[in-house]
């Protein structure tokens, strides 16, 4: 089966992804006729060298992505992981030399088509007398034994193109631009691991790997690595790879050791998360420094992908002062990272979190008997939540996820837990403060979230009394702070109705010689008849909701109540539409004079 893909077509998804590429950057210009992007500013490099580079499509942002000063002057496209035509190939060189450009180098990766083709190009215009050099460029570190064909060129081919593109950029010339690059490429290495395969469009996955295997050292076309292993942490896999990259027994190796100064690159191959690449770099630092080399420079991002495919590759690239001036220079190319120009190795990574600040004296604070009682409630409150932990899982199955009880059973423990450290604070606003802490730390979700800002805001007004007046103002001002940040409302059928039905009681605190335990006993009660179940509310209409667009909705969810007949078949819905139609139909004459904005209309009570 084919895997599919948002393309207009299979034959030209290639020119499609490259039009979209310059229609939204005005520093490229397509070249007509052929699927080729230069620099728009061409006529700006006469007596400069110019780059030229390419391959096939599916690597994107590479090639095209890295057109811009300081970088590529121009990029060949093939179809999807084919190499680009000999036709365009000429035709890019002449367009640059026509420009006054003093010579091209063509940055090929080592693959046999492309060699071919870039090759030819490159005879063929030598042959018209245009000078033309070729690097081509091989950094797979995968086999331990070199190939006939060499080292397949990967993602380290963008650090050439950078060096490459800083040389042109600063005048120097075309022989030595191309032996110095030279150079730099016999330095670097990359390997790839991935966790699937990917698919060309129009066709199959190009392998398959078994749910537990990840494969490691393939290349950027889904060929074969050089082995499959077992599926390990993102710590344990590049330890691996790094390992498998400086072994001195592989041919490919990179000579990295202790004291060596190096830029990495750590290359989504496409199809992998953010937080995964930024797992697998912090993974690739750690190592690398605990090998004692110095990061000079690293690099994150997707430089050379193989379309969807979910994995990553490595480049080092051992580099020296004025090799890194190089990688620093300026480039206006769209797809090279902003990097800092500074060491990754000895930098400060993290600052100090800020003191908690110093607990003032609290007046409110009372004595060793409140403070032992307030232990009393808190343990027999923790005992009552264990005990009806699966209680509350029960009955939240049935309309959420389950684990009501489990979430309060966490609270409950934590704040045992807490108990046992020592006393309680004295002080009521202190002692709310800690416990709304704890929550928020300890029983997670959003119920956390919602008694952390409700004791949070509770504890404010009992700061500076502790009346009766005071607790009732407590609760108004914890029940605020619930629906300010939790956008929920009395009647919404949340965790609020039973604590707003217990704060209307609690109201009667702030009345002269309001009882104690009277108040709180009533407002227990009517907390324990609010969570009793009832029937859902049909009548709702929101604050300037037209009454057309309220009795819709109250009708509709009546019908819903009714019971489906027992014909009832693909006509009952529809059905039950039309006689919503046919009821607003008759009481648009009331609506429009707007005679009922907050009941039900007594004609429609069914």
């Not at 998804?13 to 070249?31: M, R």
């Not at 007398?129 to 086999?143: K, L, Q, R, T």
């Not at 002080?427 to 802490?437: R, T």
């Not at 309001?514 to 108040?519: P, Q």
Request: net charge positive.
């Amino acid at each position: 089966m084919t895997s599919k893909k948002l393309v207009n077509t299979v034959a030209g998804c290639a020119d499609d992804a490259l039009a979209g590429l310059v229609a939204c950057n005005p520093n490229l210009h397509l070249l007509r006729g052929h699927r080729v992007a230069l620099r728009s500013d061409l006529d700006s490099l006469k007596g400069r060298v110019a780059l030229l580079s390419g391959g096939g499509s599916g690597h994107e942002p590479a090639h095209a992505g890295f057109v811009g000063k300081g970088m590529l002057t121009g990029v060949i496209a093939g179809a999807v992981f084919t190499s680009p035509a000999v036709g365009s190939i000429l035709a890019a060189i002449r367009a640059v030399a026509q420009a006054g450009t003093v010579g091209t180098l063509l940055i090929v990766k080592n693959y046999t088509g492309d060699r071919l083709n870039f090759g030819l190009a490159r005879e063929q215009a030598r042959a018209e007398g245009i000078p033309v050099e070729m690097v081509v460029i091989g950094d797979d570190s995968a086999f331990t034994v070199l190939k006939k064909a060499g080292r397949r060129g990967l993602c380290g081919t963008v650090l050439i193109h950078k060096v490459a593109g800083a040389l042109a950029e600063a005048g120097v010339g075309l022989e030595e631009i191309t032996n110095r690059v030279s150079v730099v490429a016999k330095a670097m290495g990359t390997l790839g691991v991935s966790l699937s395969s990917c698919s060309v469009p129009g066709s199959r996955p190009t392998f398959e790997l078994s749910p537990d295997e990840v494969e490691l050292g393939l290349g950027i076309h889904g060929e074969a690595g050089v082995r499959r292993i077992k599926m390990a942490s993102a710590d344990e896999i590049v330890t691996l790879m790094l390992d498998h990259m400086t072994n001195s027994s592989n041919v490919s190796h990179v000579p990295v050791q202790s004291g060596s100064s190096v830029v990495l690159m750590v290359n989504n191959l496409g199809g992998l998360s953010f937080l995964e690449l930024g797992i697998m770099a912090d993974a690739a630092v750690r190592s690398l420094e605990g090998r004692g080399v110095k990061i000079a420079r690293a690099l994150v991002g997707t430089f050379m992908s193989a379309l969807e495919m979910p994995g990553i590759s490595l480049t080092l690239l051992l580099v020296d002062e004025p090799l890194l001036k190089l990688i620093d220079a300026e480039t206006t190319a769209s797809a090279w990272p902003n990097v800092a120009k500074v060491s990754v190795t000895g930098r400060k990574r993290s600052r100090a979190a800020p003191a908690e600040p110093l607990e003032v004296p609290d007046s409110t604070a009372t004595g060793g008997l409140a403070s032992g009682q307030t232990v009393l409630v808190l343990e027999r409150v923790c005992a009552t939540l264990l005990g009806l932990e699966e209680h509350l899982n029960a009955l939240d199955r049935a309309a959420g996820d389950g684990d009501c009880g489990t979430t309060h059973s966490r609270a409950a423990r934590a704040i045992q837990g807490w108990l046992k450290e020592g006393p309680p604070p004295a002080s009521p606003a202190q002692l709310l403060s800690k416990l709304s802490l704890l929550l928020l730390e300890k029983m997670g979700g959003s119920s956390g979230a919602l008694y952390g800002l409700f004791l949070t805001a509770a504890a404010q007004p009992l700061k500076a009394k502790t009346d009766l007046p005071a607790w009732s103002a407590a609760m108004d001002a914890g029940l605020e702070a619930m629906q300010k940040y939790g956008k929920a409302a009395p009647g919404d059928r949340t965790m609020l109705d039973s604590l707003w039905a217990a704060g209307q009681e609690l109201q009667a605190w702030k009345s002269p010689r309001a009882n104690l335990f009277h108040v709180l006993t009533k407002a227990v009660q009517v907390r324990v008849r609010r969570l009793r179940p009832r029937p859902p509310r049909l009548w709702k209409r929101e604050p300037g909701e037209p009454v057309t667009s309220a009795l819709r909705g109250w009708i509709s969810r009546t019908l819903g109540q009714w019971p489906r007949p027992p014909f009832s078949g693909p006509s009952w819905r529809p059905c039950s539409t039309r006689v919503c139609e046919r009821l607003l139909g008759l009481c648009a004459p009331l609506t429009a004079a707007q005679r009922w904005p907050l009941a039900v209309p007594p004609v429609f009570q069914l």
